[in-house]
DNA sequence: GTCTATATGGCGATAGAC
DNA sequence: GTCTATCGCCATATAGAC
């Protein structure tokens, strides 16, 4: 689109749109970085819009309230912090390349996202109906999930495993590190970042190695 | 002590003393219940003075701020979670039985203390300088900890384990479901409370197992 | 030591100009 | 849409009577 002094131009909603669409989006990654590391409680709506280079006001005038914003940021944060396992039992792998591709990927997103465990845990704590959505979206069907992984399982000449169990102490494993980084940093390494880190990345392959010793028959 | 009417009476010191330790108790036991169910950010004074069945104002008569008030609580709280490791390692049992000894009574603890693992992720991650303490009076020296662990290990016929790995496996399998306990329950057993608590008590077994079975060799 | 009343400050939220 | 200024509440903390 051109105007008279051949200046190219948009129209005015499509202006507006963008313009809203920026600031939007930088109060969205403003409060996702604040409220992953604070949570809902030690977050400020005043930390938020400085990370965002905008004022309190607003972060009102786009979204009503903190908690609503809190909600916009947690909806996201939750539907990614909830792999399809399905999703990985449809393959044609063997049982092991599942389990494996599974906690690869899982540790990988922790490694990426390190505060997603400690936000999730305090916010599902804190308000536990906020659990709701996701099991409505996410996890339809949670009986049906773990029978299909308990058929998955009895295809194998492996220990009789309970599902749940099994699947609790992967996300246990691979979780913790984590959510306890503190105190593992400190207690067991110093202090030491680097030899923290070091761990976290031998980690994959010893949870990996860990859950496969505990299932496999001699 | 016996007055003129020759009833027994307590020096007034004493008498003091015994009240005020009364109080002091009972601030301790309601702040102990408040925070460790809300963490510092969650918690109110107000909801501790009614738990203690006091008012405000005594509380920063007794501790000068909610901060130190949370502090006392920390930190007992924090001595009574870290399990003297060394303890267990002492004994002349064979290392399946020390391990299952140690698993038995942290899991023992936890369901006794539900919001334990939560109470202590939390703070350690809202400021991780209050394990400074701990590491200093409990765990003096984290590297020879797992010298003799390490070296307990060698002396048994099993695949080769980094002891701090092997910890952390320990302490993640026992504490996560705790710690996700509305993720366990709703996502898992349909927000089946009994389902849950079953859930928990076969947990020892499972871990101890576990455990056994990823460092066993054939 | 314990209480009531109040000061003080911080934070979420709104009003209103531009 | 964005800003400055301000309201109103709530929570910690203190003053002062008893």
Redesign the interface.
Same mark, same amino acid.
Do not use: C, W
């Given at each position: 689109m051109v105007n008279k002094f051949n200046q190219t131009v948009k129209p005015t909603r499509l202006i507006m749109k963008e313009i809203k669409d920026k600031t939007e989006d930088k109060i969205l990654d403003a409060a996702h970085e604040v409220f992953l590391r604070k /949570?809902m409680? /030690?977050a400020r709506m005043q930390e938020i819009a400085d990370e965002a280079g905008i004022n309190k006001a607003l972060l009102h005038y786009y979204f009503r309230s903190k908690e609503k914003l809190f909600e916009a940021i947690f909806a996201t944060v939750l539907k990614k912090a909830f792999p399809n396992i399905l999703k990985f039992l449809a393959s044609d792998l063997t049982l092991e390349q599942k389990v494996d591709l599974f906690i690869e990927s899982y540790i990988d997103l922790l490694q990426k996202n390190p505060y997603l465990p *400690?936000f999730? =845990?305090?916010e599902?704590? !804190?308000n $536990?109906e906020s659990?709701?959505d @996701?099991?409505r979206s996410k +996890?339809e069907d $949670?009986?049906q999930l773990?029978e299909t992984i308990g058929n998955e399982l009895r295809k194998n000449d492996i220990?009789e495993v309970?599902p749940?169990?099994l699947? +609790?102490?992967i996300?246990?494993?691979s &979780? #913790?590190?984590f959510?306890? !980084?503190? =105190? &593992?940093q400190? &207690? *067991?390494? /110093?202090n030491d970042k680097k030899a923290y880190q070091q761990?976290l990345s031998?980690?994959k392959q010893?949870v990996k190695? #860990? @859950?496969h010793?505990?299932?496999s028959k001699?």
């Amino acid at each position: 689109m051109v105007n008279k002094f051949n200046q190219t131009v948009k129209p005015t909603r499509l202006i507006m749109k963008e313009i809203k669409d920026k600031t939007e989006d930088k109060i969205l990654d403003a409060a996702h970085e604040v409220f992953l590391r604070k /949570g809902m409680d /030690g977050a400020r709506m005043q930390e938020i819009a400085d990370e965002a280079g905008i004022n309190k006001a607003l972060l009102h005038y786009y979204f009503r309230s903190k908690e609503k914003l809190f909600e916009a940021i947690f909806a996201t944060v939750l539907k990614k912090a909830f792999p399809n396992i399905l999703k990985f039992l449809a393959s044609d792998l063997t049982l092991e390349q599942k389990v494996d591709l599974f906690i690869e990927s899982y540790i990988d997103l922790l490694q990426k996202n390190p505060y997603l465990p *400690m936000f999730i =845990l305090k916010e599902i704590n !804190r308000n $536990p109906e906020s659990l709701a959505d @996701i099991i409505r979206s996410k +996890v339809e069907d $949670p009986e049906q999930l773990f029978e299909t992984i308990g058929n998955e399982l009895r295809k194998n000449d492996i220990f009789e495993v309970d599902p749940r169990h099994l699947l +609790v102490n992967i996300i246990a494993l691979s &979780v #913790f590190p984590f959510a306890a !980084r503190p =105190l &593992v940093q400190q &207690v *067991m390494f /110093g202090n030491d970042k680097k030899a923290y880190q070091q761990f976290l990345s031998e980690r994959k392959q010893v949870v990996k190695q #860990f @859950i496969h010793r505990s299932i496999s028959k001699p």
